[in-house]
């Protein structure tokens, strides 16, 4: 086999790799030694700004097969038939933490999917939890502050966090969630995945449904308990990343079934609760679980930087047949998400392999840091224009619909729509064993003894009440355990 030739980054082949250029064996280094300066300065770039969130994590490409015909919702051609599949790729991430952080910590997981069908590229960037901790993206910043460090010591902070949280009870589903054995999955294949968000479905007849989106683990769901995360964290912080490469390179491919929820325009009037609001779920037994199919990965990229790190997945990233919704925190995230990756990045991030459109890319987008001509080469920059041959489809035109209101104001998130605690109540009651609640007091209160400062008291007793609300056994055996007198004033105070 013959070698090849050890070249600049212009093409150029060179010898001398390993000893620097210098005046004399021992003298100074040479500024002409271009093939150093290009290897230094190379390296000390070679790394781009981590994620803000979802910075650590992992990912793989793969296969997604329609399995069952939901036609009748979306006129989406991927939908169009059963047996059409795309290849796809999937990132899976911690929330809070960096890159260098533990996979195993007590933190929500992301879920991004990106699916390359002949109409573009559609991502569904969500979590493994059907909910989130806020419902308007104005307050996104405020929360991922508390996440993250205290800006003084940089330290992480349990006394922020529960702050927070005490401050904004519509965060309490997700807490419960996070504080049971939910928040510390066993690796990434034994984890359910949700689009979270409300979306919606347009049929070739024009005709809009609303719907969630659910990946259900072929694997099966598995959990560390808090001891065995924190245990695990030490003994190996790349388990999730291992865990998912191994299984791929022996060919034990992980599979997720999807799901869609749907529910009518006339059916969200009536809705008990805001169907448009992610800090709450649409119960099965009111709108069930439609399959569609099934997603395998089955190919771990061969450049973990290249197609890991530099991939870029955006709600906004929607084919024709499926759309968004009145989410206020989707509505914030089509803009935030492609901004990050602009920042991150570059604005030719779409250009790079792993987020590239493998079918057609026609439009009148050029040049910046980047910029990969090949596409459009001397085509015309502008339209309309007498040269090209592109022209805009009227088959895609957007949905077309009627708002509720002409009335502009920056609306209470939480008039007439108040109920945080029904459905964490039936979250602790229905969907937990008596395992599952043991856990899930243990590790809430081994958060909250991290609590301290002046405030202490008040934070604690400020996120009992929403406790309380919730379910009265909760709020008494996490304060007992606190070691907090619980008072008339308290239980009163709490309905």
């Not at 290009?38 to 910075?55: G, K, Q, S, T, Y």
């Not at 243990?442 to 604690?460: F, L, R």
């Amino acid at each position: 086999m013959d070698s090849k030739k050890l070249t600049l980054s212009n093409g150029a082949p060179y010898f001398e790799h390993q000893d620097s250029q210098t005046v004399g064996p021992r003298g100074p280094v040479l500024l002409q030694d271009f093939i150093l300066q290009e290897n230094l300065a190379h390296f000390v770039r070679e790394r781009i700004p981590e994620r803000i969130v979802h910075a650590k994590g992992s990912g793989a490409y793969g296969t997604f097969t329609v399995t069952h015909d939901i036609s009748q919702y979306t006129k989406a051609k991927l939908f169009s038939k059963v047996g059409n599949s795309c290849r796809m790729f999937a990132r899976f991430s911690t929330v809070g933490g960096e890159k260098g952080s533990a996979d195993t910590a007590r933190d929500p997981r992301g879920f991004a999917l990106k699916f390359y069908t002949e109409d573009g590229n559609w991502d569904l960037v969500g979590n493994n939890t059907p909910v989130f901790f806020i419902k308007d993206a104005k307050k996104f910043p405020d929360f991922i502050h508390t996440q993250k460090r205290v800006p003084k010591t940089n330290l992480k902070s349990a006394t922020m966090m529960w702050d927070f949280w005490s401050h904004n009870p519509e965060s309490l589903h997700q807490v419960l969630i996070l504080m049971s054995d939910r928040g510390t999955p066993y690796g990434y294949r034994h984890m359910h995945g949700f689009g979270s968000h409300t979306f919606s479905m347009i049929n070739a007849q024009n005709e809009r449904v609303w719907v969630k989106f659910h990946f259900i683990t072929k694997q099966g769901i598995k959990n560390f308990t808090d001891a065995e995360a924190v245990k695990m964290a030490g003994e190996n912080p790349d388990f999730a990343q291992e865990d998912l490469c191994n299984a791929i390179e022996n060919g034990d491919f992980p599979k997720w079934t999807m799901y869609i929820q749907v529910m009518t325009e006339e059916q969200a009037k009536d809705f008990r609760w805001n169907p448009f609001d992610v800090t709450k779920v649409w119960f099965h037994d009111d709108f069930p679980m439609i399959e569609v199919g099934e997603m395998e990965l089955n190919e771990v990229p061969v450049n973990y930087f290249a197609h890991v790190e530099q991939s870029a997945f955006s709600p906004s990233s929607l084919i024709n047949g499926i759309s968004f919704s009145p989410d206020k925190m989707l509505q914030g995230r089509l803009f935030s998400y492609p901004d990050a990756h602009r920042y991150r990045v570059g604005v030719n991030a779409h250009q790079l392999e792993v987020n590239r459109c493998p079918f057609a890319v026609n439009n009148y987008q050029r040049d910046g840091f980047m910029a990969d001509s090949s596409q459009y080469q001397d085509r015309p920059n502008y339209f309309p224009n007498s040269f090209d041959d592109i022209k805009p489809d009227p088959s895609y035109k957007n949905y077309e619909y009627e708002l509720d209101s002409a009335h502009v104001a920056n609306y209470n998130r939480n008039e007439n729509d108040d109920d945080h605690y029904t459905q964490p109540g039936l979250l602790y009651t229905k969907s937990m064993t008596a395992e599952d609640r043991e856990h899930l007091i243990s590790n809430i209160v081994g958060s909250m003894k991290g609590i301290t400062g002046p405030k202490k008291d008040e934070i604690i007793n400020r996120q009992l009440c929403h406790f309380f609300r919730t379910n009265i056994e909760l709020g008494m055996k996490v304060a007992s355990q606190l070691n907090i007198n619980i008072d008339a004033n308290m239980m009163n105070h709490s309905k």
